[in-house]
Every structure is written in C-alpha cells, then in structure tokens.
C-alpha cells in the first residue's frame, strides 16, 4: 500500500492491483472483491449510478430543442458535466493487474 511506503506516490488515474495468490474457482470471489474494492465499483455505486443514468434520461426526454442563432439547443442544457460518472471524485482511467506472483490460474473453473 502507498501509505505504508514513504517512497511510493499514487498517480492520478491509475490503480495497480497486486494479487498474491493462485486464482481457481475457490478463490475468485476474493480477487473479484479486491477487484472492486480498488476502483470502488461496489453494487451499491452500480445502483447509484445506474439511478442517475436513468434520472438524466428522464431530465433530457422532457427537453425542448430550440434553435438559437442557427444552431439546435435544448432549453434545459447546462455548461457542467452532469453524467453520472462525472460526480467521482478521482476518474480512473488505467488499471493495472500485477500478477508477477500468480503461480496457476484455472481458467476452467474460474
């Protein structure tokens, strides 16, 4: 972890996941978990974002295009990102598996 390690620093926008250990059918759900605890994709934030992507949906059905000088524009636009991905304080843009200890993988059962 970066905390532990004064001579480490996190670069915004990418996260490195270090996974440790065989991966086969007993074990997956912990690297799935690890997975989703690092880039914070948790069921609670899927449905959260799910809720809003359908909130803008609704909001840009009710618009009113209009045309102004010549150009289409829709009555309720606004100049700030409102999709719901943009609401994350950090975006993550990379991820990066290290799996330089992994000495098996199942890719049967897994």
């Known amino acids: 972890p970066v905390g532990e390690n004064s ?4 670069i915004p926008g990418l996260k490195i996941l270090a996974y440790n250990a065989p991966i086969y059918y007993g ?7 690890a997975m989703s605890k690092l880039i914070g994709l948790t069921q ?3 449905k959260a974002r799910a809720k809003a992507k359908r ?7 009710m618009t009113i295009a209009t045309i102004e000088n010549g150009l ?3 009555a309720c636009s606004s100049d ?5 991905a943009g609401s994350q304080q950090e975006r993550i843009q990379s991820v990066v ?14």
């Open 80 to 84: 700030k990102d409102t999709s719901p």
């Open 44 to 46: 609670e934030t899927v």
């Open 55 to 61: 909130k803008m949906a609704k909001i840009n059905k």
């Open 7 to 10: 001579l480490c620093h996190e």
């Open 97 to 110: 598996i290290d799996c330089s200890s992994i000495i098996f993988i199942d890719t049967a059962g897994a």
């Open 72 to 74: 289409p524009r829709s």
């Open 27 to 33: 074990n997956k759900n912990f690297f799935r978990d």
